[in-house]
C-alpha cells in the first residue's frame, strides 16, 4: 500500500525551478509534520525543509532564501517550491511525515539533477 506519493522531479539547468509535492494516503491520519529529505550519492540523507502542522518551517541552511516548503492540510500534501537550483542540490528528494503515536512514513524518492 502506497502512503506518500511523490512527484515533480526531474532535470533542470543551474539557476531553473522545480516544484516537489508529496501526498499523503487519508490513512495516514494525525499528520503533524511533513518534510523533505535528500541524499547524494556518497553522503548521508540530509533535512531539506518541514514544515508543522500549524506552518511553522525549518530550513537546511543550504536552501534558504531558494527553496520554500508549504502545505495543504485539507489534502494532505505538501509542497516544496525550489528556485535557484544549484549543481549541489542534485540529490534523490524523500517525502517524510510525521504522525501521531510516533509513526514516520517515507516516500520512494524522487530525482532531482541539476546540470547544464
Known amino acids: 500500500q502506497v502512503q506518500l506519493v511523490e512527484s515533480g522531479g526531474g532535470l533542470v539547468q543551474p539557476g531553473g525551478s522545480l516544484r516537489l509535492s508529496c501526498a499523503a494516503s487519508s490513512s495516514i491520519f494525525s499528520i503533524n509534520v511533513m518534510g523533505w529529505y535528500r541524499q547524494a550519492p556518497g553522503n548521508q540523507r540530509e533535512l531539506v525543509a518541514r514544515?508543522?502542522?500549524?506552518?511553522?518551517?525549518n530550513y537546511a541552511d543550504s536552501v534558504k532564501g531558494r527553496f520554500t516548503i508549504s502545505r495543504d492540510n485539507a489534502k494532505n500534501t505538501a509542497y516544496l517550491q525550489m528556485n535557484s537550483l544549484k549543481a549541489e542540490d542534485t540529490a534523490v528528494y524523500y517525502c517524510?511525515?510525521?504522525?501521531?503515536?510516533?509513526?514516520?512514513?517515507w516516500g520512494q524518492g524522487t530525482q532531482v539533477t541539476v546540470s547544464v
Open positions: 514544515i508543522i502542522r500549524g506552518g511553522s518551517t
Open positions: 517524510n511525515v510525521e504522525a501521531g503515536f510516533s509513526r514516520q512514513f
